[in-house]
């Protein structure tokens, strides 16, 4: 499995979610070493943080839409 060089960042969510089912599946193999399952650990979370993320902002915009939440409300 090698990791997209594209920073988790500038991805879409679909590419992002692709990524992290992608190493979830490398992570499940065995004979993986150490250093690599670690590095592939910590893309996943970082590719997991910016999938709930996008989703956060996502679903706020639905409720904004849908006019239970006002840009003024903290």
Not at 30 to 39: C, F, S, W
Not at 46 to 71: D, I
Request: proline content about 1%; some cysteine; aromatic content about 6%.
């Amino acid at each position: 499995m090698s990791m997209s060089s594209k920073k988790v960042e500038e991805m879409s969510f679909e590419e992002a979610f692709g990524e992290l089912n992608s190493l979830v599946a490398a992570l499940e193999e065995e004979g993986r070493p150490l250093d690599e399952a670690i590095a592939l650990y910590e893309r996943g979370q970082s590719l997991a943080r910016h999938c709930a993320a996008m989703l956060e902002k996502a679903e706020l915009k639905v409720r904004q839409l849908n006019g239970e939440v006002f840009e003024d409300e903290d």
